[in-house]
């Protein structure tokens, strides 16, 4: 079996059960760190040609990290692919576990068996908070409804205000989002790399926490330290360009 992730977290997932199985990943696949494959480009743009010549069994995708015209160029091509698109948790270990076995690991690897215990009872924020979670900036992009980091958040006691709206990935002006009545900002470091200097300033006097990406967004080994993770980021928010809140 030879296989291309275009996926940074099944690219782990992958590697790190399953060594000698993949042959290609992006170039923003960074985990395992140590990972020595051939790499494609980027998830949006990969170079098909470079995909095509490491003449794979399987090419895996996402819904929300490749396009659907790469998909269909790969399958015109006659390369396999599958594409996942967990958006709770429970289908995030779901899917995991089929590819896997797919794949040909003989039973589930203990990070998967870890994470499931880890996410059957996770720590949550009491009372729980309702917050607005930035994507991106400039121009500002939130979390909207049915996406895998809203029902994170959600399991970990934080409401996404904007969870009922009908786009995914709405997006909103600066003075909308402070209007929210928010009890909370949630800043994660990807897609955008939003930091103590760059995000808590918009939002004077809200806390903010700045929360690991990968870990909120993830559905792989990740998974099985995101609830402690992102609980312990979750209780010290700061305020303002990096200040404790109080």
Do not use: I
Not at 20 to 28: E, I, R, Y
Not at 49 to 56: F, H, I, N
Not at 190 to 218: I, K, N, Q, V
Request: charge should be neutral; hydrophobic fraction near 45%.
């Amino acid at each position: 079996m030879r296989v291309v992730s275009l996926v940074p977290s099944l690219t782990e997932a992958v590697a790190v059960t399953l060594p000698g199985v993949l042959v290609g990943a992006t170039d923003w696949c960074t985990h395992p760190t140590d990972l020595d494959v051939a790499r494609v480009g980027g998830s949006k743009y990969p170079d098909l040609e470079r995909v095509l010549a490491l003449r794979p069994d399987l090419v895996l995708l996402n819904v929300e990290e490749n396009r659907r015209a790469d998909a269909d160029a790969l399958a015109a091509a006659g390369v396999p692919v599958r594409v996942t698109y967990p958006r709770t948790v429970p289908e995030a270990l779901t899917e995991l576990a089929d590819l896997l076995g797919a794949l040909g690991a003989a039973q589930e690897p203990a990070w998967l068996r870890a994470a499931r215990r880890a996410w059957a009872d996770p720590p949550r924020l009491a009372p729980v908070r309702r917050a607005v979670v930035p994507v991106w900036r400039r121009p500002w992009v939130v979390l909207g409804s049915d996406n895998f980091a809203g029902d994170v958040l959600r399991r970990l006691g934080v409401v996404n205000v904007y969870a009922e709206h009908p786009e995914r990935y709405p997006r909103a002006d600066l003075a909308e989002l402070r209007g929210q009545d928010a009890d909370l900002v949630v800043l994660p470091d990807e897609p955008y790399r939003f930091t103590a200097a760059d995000g808590p300033e918009a939002f004077a006097g809200t806390p903010c926490a700045l929360l690991s990406g990968r870990h909120l967004t993830w559905y792989g080994p990740s998974l099985a330290a995101a609830p402690a993770v992102l609980a312990g980021q979750l209780a010290r928010p700061v305020t303002g360009p990096g200040r404790p809140a109080r």
